[in-house]
């Protein structure tokens, strides 16, 4: 059996992430190295390390570790900032590309962002335009290969928010998603589990490029995880 492929994770403890961690149990393909700023429990049989430092330290983690790719799950939300600019830019904009800056000049080849459905950078929209803008400085960065995933509403079991908009969406989100058709489908939800799945899939893989992925190329991706090898297999 080859090495398994080392891949760090920024974002451990956010939906995307808690999912990813949760996915790299007992697989002999992958090492998984989740850098985080305060410590977070693993699921049982979690065969990783996490490195707990603060953001201005993680470009030495990626400088000791070494990892091939980078799964950055990182991201706040308008709640959680105080409905300021400045507090969510500093978490969703200048973290975000502060870890990735760091991670290039590691020698990070691969890069799979989570980003939003509708992410602009022209958009009138604060949110949306926020992440467009990252998506731009990302791909001025010239990883060897960039997924950026646009996933639509994000369902899964939230801990220590509770958003009332967000669990009333998950709610109709079933009679929701049959009325988006056409281009509107990639508004549609999904599951984080799935999101998670998408980006452990792209990681994974060597082709280079610049790929942006709505929700239904996010579904592909998911199903293309491939079967676990068990450490030690």
């Avoid at 990813?20 to 998984?32: E, I, N, P, S, T």
């Avoid at 470009?59 to 990182?74: H, K, M, N, Q, S």
């Avoid at 962002?113 to 949110?127: E, P, T």
Wanted: aromatic fraction near 4%; include cysteine.
């Amino acid at each position: 059996m080859s090495d398994p492929l080392r891949i760090a994770l920024v974002g451990a403890t956010g939906l995307v992430g808690s999912e990813v961690v949760k996915l790299a149990v007992g697989r002999g393909d992958v090492r998984l190295v989740a850098v985080a700023r305060r410590e977070s429990p693993l699921p049982q049989g979690a065969r990783m390390e996490m490195f707990v430092a603060e953001p201005d330290k993680w470009g030495e983690v990626f400088d000791a570790v070494r990892p091939t790719g980078l799964i950055c799950a990182l991201g706040t939300t308008w709640r959680k900032s105080g409905k300021d600019e400045a507090a969510f830019r500093a978490v969703d904009q200048d973290l975000v590309l502060a870890t990735a800056r760091a991670a290039k000049a590691a020698g990070v080849e691969r890069l799979v962002a989570v980003s939003s459905v509708g992410a602009d950078a022209r958009s009138k929209n604060f949110y949306l335009r926020v992440k467009g803008e990252v998506e731009r400085e990302l791909q001025a960065m010239r990883f060897k290969r960039l997924d950026i995933l646009r996933p639509g509403l994000l369902k899964g079991a939230r801990s220590h928010d509770l958003r009332l908009g967000e669990r009333l969406a998950t709610i109709i989100s079933p009679l929701a998603d049959l009325a988006m058709q056409g281009r509107f489908s990639a508004y549609r939800s999904v599951r984080a589990e799935l999101v998670a799945k998408a980006a452990l899939t792209l990681a994974m893989r060597k082709a280079a490029g610049r790929f942006v992925h709505d929700n239904d190329a996010i579904l592909r991706a998911a199903a293309g995880l491939p079967i676990p090898l068990r450490a030690g297999d």
